[in-house]
């Protein structure tokens, strides 16, 4: 079960000692020069942005559901860094694996904002990415896209190809009896996948520490034989590096990467969520210190990397996104029978006698209009 040429990182980082990668802290200032990833200032103004237009994006989604114009949302708030620096590594041939809380990487991966809002508004072609290559539909069902991740894992290893597979889970998704088979398989086969837990501290209210009694959610690789790392998922230049490692890691063939992107979900857990029942405020406020976005920017002021025009950018991000919103609202709605047809060749007697049943309630429910 040794590991051949293991970057030092890992040794380093050891999840057992309960290290965690951190290169900037909350004020911007760089604790961990040596592991700083040397960034053109254009590629972290580029960063910057595409965070800025994920929480953006983010803020109307929630707000377009308060105007009962959208179904229920799962916001993204506080954890922009993780989705933005997987997505700065993510190639077009390889493959996209998500839950339901990396919308910057669909972003990144070259879904449109149009595809995510017809996700959100039940709309299936919110699921099928036409124009895009290797993404599969975000998964609700906790823990089912690891089984997913690491099959296509062993299909681009069986292919011998150099695709990467990112695959991503959360705190509380680590309980479910997917995320342990889909290591064991992952670090049997040492297929090419790229595991993040997004820990965001909570599963809906249940707190982490109550979701499991390891020293954190990285040391979890350990018994799979797969290197894994606690990274700071709020700090852009960490989840970077962490990244680079990673895909180098996993293209050359040697294996998974387990990494545990520590961060807090700054919003609720969806729009039918209320976070005061289960937390409190000085807890959000304490986190909100940490914000990705404002500690990469303190970083570039600090950096002096040339300051960008933010409300302008907001401005323009948010005609952009009302626009794709709008496309989206017009998107044709799908007939019932779409639901039901395209599971079976021959519909079996109990799905016809639901599918009844349901045209029977959609008809009643005309009626009282
Ligand atoms: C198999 C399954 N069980 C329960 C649920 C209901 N559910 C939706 S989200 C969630 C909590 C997920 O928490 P976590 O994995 O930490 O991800 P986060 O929502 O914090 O991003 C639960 C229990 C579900 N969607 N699927
Ligand atoms: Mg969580």
Same mark, same amino acid.
């Given at each position: 079960? &040794?590991?051949?040429?293991?970057?030092?990182?890992?040794?380093?980082?050891?999840?057992?000692?309960?290290?965690?990668?951190?290169?900037?802290?909350?004020?911007?200032?760089?604790?961990?020069?040596?592991?700083?990833?040397?960034?053109?200032?254009?590629?972290?103004?580029? &960063?910057?942005?595409?965070?800025?237009?994920?929480?953006?994006?983010?803020?109307?989604?929630?707000?377009?559901?308060?105007?009962?114009?959208?179904?229920?949302?799962? $916001?993204?708030?506080?954890?922009?860094?993780?989705?933005?620096?997987?997505?700065?590594?993510?190639?077009?041939?390889?493959?996209?694996? $998500?839950?339901?809380?990396?919308?910057?990487?669909?972003?990144?991966?070259?879904?449109?904002?149009?595809?995510?809002?017809?996700?959100?508004?039940?709309?299936?072609?919110?699921?099928?990415?036409?124009?895009?290559?290797?993404?599969?539909?975000? &998964?609700?069902?906790?823990?089912?896209?690891?089984?997913?991740?690491?099959?296509?894992?062993?299909?681009?290893?069986?292919?011998?190809?150099?695709?990467?597979?990112?695959?991503?889970?959360?705190?509380?998704?680590?309980?479910?009896?997917?995320?342990?088979? &889909?290591?064991?398989?992952?670090?049997?086969?040492?297929?090419?996948?790229?595991?993040?837990?997004?820990?965001?501290?909570?599963?809906?209210?249940? $707190?982490?520490?109550?979701?499991?009694?390891?020293?954190?959610?990285?040391?979890?690789?350990?018994?799979?034989?797969?290197?894994?790392?606690?990274?700071?998922?709020?700090?852009?230049?960490?989840?970077?590096?962490?990244?680079?490692?990673?895909?180098?890691?996993?293209?050359?063939?040697?294996?998974?990467?387990?990494?545990?992107?520590?961060?807090?979900?700054?919003?609720?857990?969806?729009?039918?969520?209320?976070?005061?029942?289960?937390?409190?405020?000085?807890?959000?406020?304490?986190?909100?210190?940490?914000?990705?976005?404002?500690?990469?920017?303190?970083?570039?002021?600090?950096?002096?990397?040339?300051?960008?025009?933010?409300?302008?950018?907001?401005?323009?991000?948010?005609?952009?996104?009302?626009?794709?919103?709008?496309?989206?609202?017009?998107?044709?709605?799908?007939?019932?029978?779409?639901?039901?047809?395209?599971?079976?060749?021959?519909? $079996?007697?109990?799905?016809?006698?639901?599918?009844?049943?349901?045209?029977?309630?959609?008809?009643?429910?005309?009626?009282?209009?």
């Amino acid at each position: 079960m &040794a590991h051949d040429n293991l970057p030092a990182i890992f040794h380093h980082f050891h999840p057992i000692e309960d290290k965690m990668l951190q290169i900037i802290d909350n004020e911007g200032n760089v604790i961990d020069k040596k592991r700083m990833p040397e960034l053109d200032d254009e590629i972290i103004i580029d &960063a910057y942005k595409q965070m800025l237009y994920e929480r953006i994006a983010d803020e109307m989604a929630v707000s377009y559901q308060r105007q009962g114009r959208m179904y229920t949302y799962t $916001p993204n708030i506080g954890q922009e860094a993780i989705h933005i620096a997987a997505g700065m590594h993510i190639r077009g041939e390889d493959w996209l694996v $998500p839950a339901f809380r990396e919308m910057g990487t669909l972003l990144a991966k070259g879904v449109t904002m149009k595809e995510i809002f017809l996700f959100y508004l039940g709309n299936e072609h919110g699921g099928s990415f036409r124009n895009i290559r290797n993404v599969l539909p975000m &998964a609700i069902s906790i823990g089912t896209q690891f089984h997913h991740a690491v099959g296509i894992g062993y299909a681009v290893k069986y292919q011998k190809k150099e695709e990467v597979v990112f695959t991503f889970i959360g705190d509380g998704g680590t309980s479910e009896g997917d995320f342990s088979e &889909a290591l064991n398989f992952a670090g049997v086969w040492q297929v090419p996948v790229i595991f993040t837990v997004q820990n965001n501290q909570y599963a809906i209210s249940v $707190p982490v520490q109550k979701q499991t009694r390891s020293v954190n959610l990285a040391v979890k690789s350990v018994a799979f034989g797969i290197p894994g790392i606690k990274v700071d998922g709020n700090d852009f230049f960490a989840m970077y590096l962490a990244y680079q490692i990673a895909v180098d890691y996993a293209r050359s063939g040697r294996g998974a990467v387990l990494i545990e992107a520590l961060t807090y979900r700054l919003g609720a857990h969806t729009t039918s969520d209320d976070p005061s029942k289960y937390r409190n405020e000085a807890e959000e406020q304490l986190w909100g210190k940490s914000d990705p976005l404002l500690r990469l920017k303190r970083y570039m002021q600090s950096a002096g990397i040339r300051a960008i025009d933010e409300e302008q950018l907001r401005e323009q991000y948010r005609e952009e996104i009302d626009r794709q919103f709008a496309d989206a609202e017009q998107e044709k709605s799908y007939p019932l029978s779409d639901l039901f047809d395209h599971m079976y060749t021959d519909m $079996p007697d109990e799905l016809r006698r639901q599918k009844s049943e349901y045209e029977q309630f959609l008809s009643w429910k005309e009626k009282r209009r």
